[in-house]
Nanobody, 119 residues
Framework: QVQLVESGGGLVQAGGSLRLSCAAS????????MGWFRQAPGKEREFAAAVSWSGGMPSYADSVKGRFTISRDNAKNTVYLQMNSLKPEDTAVYYC????????????WGQGTQVTVSS
């Protein structure tokens, strides 16, 4: 069992930055693929970014590529999402998730943190 707790959300003006953190419990954190997803009001949850267990091979949705950076610190059981050049369309609840490598679906999810970008 893995528990994920997100933090770092808030209200920011367009063009600003935020860094989200996701703290994970469990001794096997370093073996999981970690991802960030987001869900805007009235829309389905969508993939934002993911990173392999080693911190390499990050992947991004086209909508955030070049603006968001995912990273992880396995010693701290934490994954981060640095969000720069934020746009109003980035407004959403951001969720952290993890999965065993090779699986398609994510196994564990956090409760989410709200990010609101004002124009």
């Amino acid at each position: 069992q893995v528990q994920l707790v997100e933090s770092g959300g808030g209200l920011v003006q367009a063009g600003g930055s935020l860094r989200l953190s996701c703290a994970a419990s469990g001794r096997t954190f370093g073996t999981y693929v970690m991802g960030w997803f987001r869900q805007a009001p009235g829309k389905e949850r969508e993939f934002a970014a993911a990173v392999s267990w080693s911190g390499g091979m990050p992947s991004y949705a086209d909508s955030v590529k070049g603006r968001f950076t995912i990273s992880r610190d396995n010693a701290k059981n934490t994954v981060y999402l640095q969000m720069n050049s934020l746009k109003p369309e980035d407004t959403a609840v951001y969720y952290c998730a993890c999965k065993t490598p090779g699986r398609v679906q994510y196994d564990y999810w956090g409760q989410g943190t709200q990010v609101t970008v004002s124009s």
